[in-house]
């Protein structure tokens, strides 16, 4: 089994920041590529970053230059650092792990795995 587990969400004002985490643990074999998305009420979910195991990284125009996406490989780890936050910001954060699980020896499955969602909520 697979878990995504996140921190870091809150309630902050408008402008300032917040950090999020998210560790894989579990049978893994390798991790692909990590990311986060966020989903809006009555929104659909949507691309925030994703961060390749050799620290390619994607971020939407939306929120380039004020967010930033690092990754740990030693420890399954994917952080989102996100600055000047705006009340459109307010979201569930999710995680997003797309990686390969470890069976009976070597590599199995590869397949996409998902947290919980952390709420991330801006105040204007």
């Known amino acids: 089994q697979v878990q995504l587990v996140e921190s870091g969400g809150g309630l902050v004002q408008a402008g300032g920041s917040l950090r999020l985490s998210c560790t894989a643990s579990g049978s893994i074999f390798s991790i692909n590529i990590m990311g986060w998305y966020r989903q809006a009420p009555g929104n659909k979910r949507e691309l925030v970053a994703t961060?390749?195991?050799?620290?390619?990284?994607n971020t939407a125009d939306s929120v380039k230059g004020r967010f930033t996406i690092s990754r740990e490989n030693a420890k399954n780890t994917v952080y989102l650092q996100m600055n000047n936050l705006k009340p459109e910001d307010t979201a569930v954060y999710y995680c997003?792990?797309?990686?390969?699980?470890?069976?009976?020896?070597?590599?199995?499955?590869?397949?996409?795995?998902w947290g919980q969602g952390t709420q991330v909520t801006v105040s204007s």
């Open positions: 997003n792990a797309d990686l390969t699980i470890f069976y009976a020896g070597g590599p199995s499955t590869r397949r996409d795995y």
């Open positions: 961060i390749t195991s050799g620290g390619y990284t």
